[in-house]
Structure formats: C-alpha cells, structure tokens
C-alpha cells in the first residue's frame, strides 16, 4: 500500500457481458485532495464510482480504500471503514419514510453510543450548515425541493464527520448561489478536516473551484490525470469540447485568483 | 467505561508542568469526576485517554487528550491535543466529557487547543458542552475558529412532543369510517372512467392495447396455472378425503361426487383462484402502480397526454377478466382431479364411476355461476388493486402499506361478494 493513497485502484477492469466499460484503470487518489472524475455520458463513471464504494465488484482488479481491500475483507471491517466515508447520491437517497431531522440522525443513531441531546445538537448543526432551516427539519423528503434533498443528503453524508467524501454530480440540480455556498463549504470542511473529495461532476465551475486534480474517463480508460491546468491541454476530442470556452479560465493562476477569490467573497458574506 | 490513565513519563512529550505521579483513574461514577476535578486544582494532572479504533487508523495514532498543566506565571492551562474527531471520541466520550467538565469548573483557567491537530463538529461540541455552552479564554489554530463559529449559547430546543388526545380512539374511528367512504368513492370514479374508456376503445378499436392486454393474461394467467394447480389438487385431495370419512359412516359414499362436484365448482374454484390471483397478481399490480408514481412514470404519462386509466388500468382489468375464469375452470379441472383420486383411495369410487355420475348430479348452472364469478372477482381483483396503486405516494412506507391493503381489501372483497352471491342465488344450480 502507498501510504499517500486513500484510495488505491488497479488494474480495474469491468465488463458488462461484452461490453468493456473500463480497462486496466489505475487510479489513487491522494490523502486531502479533491479528486474529479470526468467523462462523457456512458463513460462509466458511475460504474467506476460505485466500484469504489463497494456497491459493485470490478471484473478484474483490486480497490484499496484506507488500506483495507474492499474484496475480501470481513464485513466488520468494510463496515468499520464505510463508517469514516460520506456518500452523496446523484438523487439524494434520502429514505423516504423518513424526516429530514431522522435521515440525518440515522448515521449517529446506529453507533449506539450518543446521548440523544448530543445527536439532537450534531443534526442540528449538520443541517444549519447546509443552510436548512430548524422548520424543515421535520418534513419528509417527498415535501424537499429538489435543491433542499441535496443539502439534506449532504448533511447526511457529513453526519459521521467522514475524512473520505463521495460526491456524484454534487451541484447539478442546485441554482447557481447554492452551488457557491457548496463549493466553500466543500472547501471550508476539507480545511479543517483535512477532506478528501472524490466527486463526479459535469460543471466546469465546480471543477474549476475545487478540483485539485481531475481524471479523465474515455475510450475505457484513464486517459489523463492531474491538475485542471494540464488536464485542458490534453490533446483528446472529450477534453476539447468539455473544455470549449473554459480553457482560457483554466490557466493555473486564473484558477488561484478565483479560488482566493471565492474565499475572500464568502468570509465578507 | 475503561480509561487508561498514563503517568506523564509514558504520555508527555514536552509536558511542562510537575510530574504527579499515577492517580486512580475517574471512572463511570460522577463523584469520582468531581473528586478529579478538586484536587487537580493543586497538583498538575496528567491523563490520557487512548482510542481503540482502526489499526492503522490516524486518530488511533494520536488520540484526544486533555491535561492540566500550571504556567511558569502560576496559571492554570489546560492542554487539549490529538484528534478531536467523533471516530477518535467515541470510546471515551462520555469520561473525557466528565473531565473536561472539571477542569471548566476553575473559570480563570485558559484553554490551550493549538496541539488538536484535527477539530470535527463533535469534537468542538463536546468541549463547548464541557465550557458551559460559552467561549472561555481559549488558544486556537485559526483553522479551527469555524468549528466554534456555528455553536450557539443555548442547547438546542427539544422536539415538540406529541400531544396526547383523550378523544384519539374515536377521532380514529371516524377517520378510518371517511378513508372507507373516499375508497368507496374514489372505486367507482375509477370503474366509471373505465367504463367511459372502454366505451372510447370500442368506437376506436385500432386503440385497444393489444399487446398490454396479451402481456396481462400471460403474466397473470398462465404464469399462475402451476401454483392454482398446486394448491387445487391439495384441496380437492383434503376436501374428498375429510367428507369420505363423514359420509362412509352413513353409507352414502356415491355422495362424495356431489359434493366434491358443486363445491368446487360453485363456490371453492372461484374462490381459490381469486385468493391465489389477488396474492400473486393483485399484489405486483399495486406494486408497480406504486413505483411508477415513485419513479414519476405516471407524471410522465400525463404530460404526454396519454391516460393512465387507458394505458395502464384497463389492460389489467380486461386482462384479469379473460384470465380469471379461464383460471377457475383450471383449478376446478385439478381441484376435481384430487378429490377424484382420494375418492377412490378412500372409498372405492371408480374413476368411471366418478365420471359418469358427475354431469347428472351436477346442473350446468353451477358451471356458468362458477365462471361468471371469475369474471367478477377477477375485475373486482384488478379495479382494487389499481386503485390501490394510484392512491400510493412516492415514498416507500406508503408502497408497502398500500400494497398490503390492496391484497387486504380485494381479498376481503372477494369474500363478501362471495357471499352476497351465495344468497342471492341460492335457488339457482342446486336441488
């Protein structure tokens, strides 16, 4: 194991029937970075994604995550090692038959070890600091907006306070201001908590505000890896036209401008 | 809850302060914290609390630690280092918060937090528990001065309690009598809008849903034939074998073949086949109704204009008309069959015998009123199961529960059309 890798990926093959999804993939993913994986649509990168929650076996291949393998280690300890992971879901996943306060307080509950007033405050945070409001917080998820199940989910996710954080397609669905609040509190965790972010994304603004590196998935395969600014030159019909009319925005000290930016913006807010 | 308590030589790299020796450890008892938190007002305590989590882990690695240490200037400080993350305080929250509580006790003390190396919410909650939900006089690395920034000065509010309701029993009475009533109402809007649907359908006929229809019979009808003939031949067998040993002490054996005759095919037939139809078919039609509202595949069929009683309602309910009685006669067919066997088993009825008497005992009344009930417990079956499905709102609770009443209430249905039936046409097929 290398120790800088949280997430230690190789050879990842995956075939569905005849279908090749990806090929001999190799991916590490280093501790306290905010790793993007793109791609364009089919490219598996939901499949390479779930791959690395466990939530499906690659055909070929070894997926380390803090070390312990995720095929073929007990289930205590996959358990153990899912506790210190927060996932946010494309759709939120919010268990429908329950409230927001309770979907939150689930994670916390099932350690077995919290007074109840201790939960009641830790939700309570978790869920003031992604902007829900204390009314909401006995409604059910079929009551959310589509933006609110989002926050929710997320608060979800950063019940546990996890150290690993899984993002799919975290601002689709959420208007451009609370793309911005997320992006800082995105930042603002990985900060104090030394975070590490694996997200899939399609938005170039998010990429460009948190991505420290970004992976490229086409032709079944990695085909780049690293910094947004190296990651745009890359010579690749994908690149070119996810890119189209960023590049420019992508340059390294563009990027370091914004960022500060971003941070100067939301400590005067 | 176990705790060890390191001397300083074993823990403190750099400790300043005086070496206090091992003292007991506070354990679960309060007092035993209150007596810590008084005598480490004199002498500089030093205790540390180890983690067990993860091998490998990096909070198992630097646990969270409290100790006090007294300043060249003869104040007191108290120096919290390690992680301060909830996975590193799980194991000891409950002792390192008793602690911390003592050592807040003393208000001149500063607090020393720049050796916490990582501060999650927990971790910031628990020391803003421990100082008496206020800020004291505290050093801080200023990544961590957010952590501090969201918690307030008042705990947070207990959830309203419900309120206990002395009338709840009869409030639920007259709520379950107006849900009875809207079911009731909302069944015949949906049987009077398939009704409008099919009289649409047969002024166009190029519009019937075919392939719906064809798939609904196979699903429900010939995917059901192996468990109907299952269960019919088990109680054809049971039914022939009880009455056999009743009717052999009167002597009447050849009875057996009216008997097993008009009550399998006027009353048991039907019913079995609708019990068996509303469990496997009346079931997966709820079901499906209920995922596609979840899924929004019901708002989509609406917006594109197609009718959901059209497209999805009436398929099934013509379906389950064609497959149920088809599905009676199956079941009376295998049902016959087993209590024909035991018959002979038991009391030495011929097949011929058995074969030849069973048309003359047997009006040909009983065989339509058979089959006609099919027709009707199998639209009964499917109009109940639909609505049921309709009525489900997009969360998973909802879908469970409405598809349990749906097999609930066809079933239910079922038997006391049965029922009504029995009476009304008790002149009818009998002699």
Not at chain 2, 117 to 139: E, F, I, K, N, Y
Not at chain 2, 348 to 376: D, I, M
């Amino acid at each position: 194991m290398s120790s800088s890798c949280i997430i230690d990926a190789r050879g990842i093959t995956t075939r569905f029937g005849a279908t090749v999804v990806h090929r001999d993939i190799d991916l590490c993913v280093r501790t306290g970075e905010v790793m993007a994986l793109i791609g364009e649509s089919g490219s598996g990168k939901t499949t390479l994604l779930r791959e690395l929650l466990g939530l499906s076996r690659p055909s070929a291949g070894t997926i380390r995550v803090f070390g312990v393998p995720l095929q073929g280690c007990s289930e205590e300890a996959l358990a153990l090692n899912r506790r210190r992971w927060g996932v946010l879901f494309q759709e939120g996943a919010l268990f429908s038959a329950l409230s927001v306060y309770d979907n939150v307080a689930l994670p916390l509950h099932e350690l077995r070890a919290l007074p109840e007033d201790v939960v009641r405050e830790l939700v309570m945070l978790k869920l003031a600091l992604v902007e829900i409001d204390t009314a909401s917080a006995s409604k059910l998820p079929a009551q959310l907006s589509g933006g609110m199940v989002k926050r929710v989910a997320l608060a979800r996710a950063l019940a546990l306070d996890p150290e690993l954080l899984f993002l799919d397609e975290p601002t689709a669905g959420l208007d451009p201001e609370r793309s911005a609040g997320f992006v800082a509190l995105i930042e603002r965790l990985r900060r104090e908590l030394n975070l590490t972010v694996v997200m899939v994304t399609h938005d170039v603004d998010t990429l460009i505000a948190l991505a420290d590196r970004v992976a490229v998935l086409a032709d079944q395969r990695l085909i780049t890896v690293g910094p947004l600014w190296d990651v745009v030159k890359f010579p690749h019909d994908f690149v070119r036209s996810f890119f189209l009319g960023h590049t420019s925005r992508c340059e390294q000290e563009k990027i370091d401008d914004f960022r500060r930016g971003l941070v100067q913006s939301r400590r005067a807010a | 809850m176990p705790m060890n308590e390191d001397s300083s030589g074993e823990s403190a790299a750099g400790a300043a302060g005086t070496r206090p020796g091992a003292r007991a450890a506070p354990g679960a008892a309060g007092s035993a914290s209150d007596a810590t938190a008084g005598s480490a007002a004199q002498a500089a305590a030093d205790a540390t609390v180890r983690a067990t989590t993860l091998a490998g882990d990096d909070a198992s690695a630097h646990p969270p630690r409290a100790r006090r240490v007294v300043d060249p200037d003869g104040r007191a400080r108290i120096q919290v280092s390690g992680q301060w993350v909830l996975r590193a305080l799980l194991p000891q929250a409950a002792a390192l918060h008793r602690r911390l509580m003592g050592y807040a006790r003393d208000a001149g003390v500063r607090w020393d937090l720049q050796g916490v190396q990582t501060l999650d919410a927990a971790g910031a909650l628990l020391l803003w528990r421990s100082w008496g939900r206020r800020r004291p006089q505290v050093l801080l690395r200023p990544e961590h001065e957010a952590a501090f920034a969201d918690l307030s000065p008042e705990p947070a509010p207990p959830p309203p309690r419900p309120v206990h309701d002395p009338l709840a029993l009869v409030v639920g009475i007259g709520r379950n009598a107006l849900a009875l009533g809207s079911h009731l109402q909302q069944i015949v809007l949906l049987s009077g809008q398939l009704v409008f649907d099919a009289l649409r359908l047969a002024r166009n006929p190029q519009r019937v849903p075919w392939r719906e229809i064809s798939a609904n019979v196979y699903r429900t009808g010939a995917q059901a034939l192996p468990i109907i003939a299952l269960v019919g031949f088990l109680v054809g067998i049971v039914l022939s074998y009880l009455s056999a040993k009743q009717l052999a002490s009167y002597g009447a054996n050849i009875y057996i073949i009216n008997l097993l005759g008009v009550g399998i095919v006027r009353e048991l037939g039907p019913m079995l086949a609708a019990i068996l139809v509303a469990g496997r078919s009346g079931s997966s039609m709820t079901a499906q109704l209920g995922v596609m509202r979840v899924t929004e595949e019901l708002d989509a069929l609406t917006v594109m204009g197609i009718s959901q009683t059209l497209r999805l309602v009436l398929p099934k309910v013509l379906a389950l008309a064609i497959a149920m009685p088809l599905l009676v006669l199956w079941c009376n067919f295998i049902a016959l069959l087993g209590g024909m066997l035991a018959a002979k088993q038991e009391l030495g009825v011929t097949y011929r015998q058995f074969l030849q008497t069973l048309p003359s005992t047997l009006p040909v009344a009983n065989l339509w009123l058979g089959v006609g009930k099919g027709v009707l417990f199998g639209v009964l079956i499917a109009v109940i199961a639909c609505h049921y499905g309709l009525r489900i709102k997009p969360n998973t609770e909802s879908l469970a529960a409405g598809t349990t009443d749906a097999v609930v209430a066809s079933i239910t249905t079922v038997i006391l059309v049965d029922a009504a039936i029995a009476i009304i046409f008790s002149s009818v097929g009998l002699r």
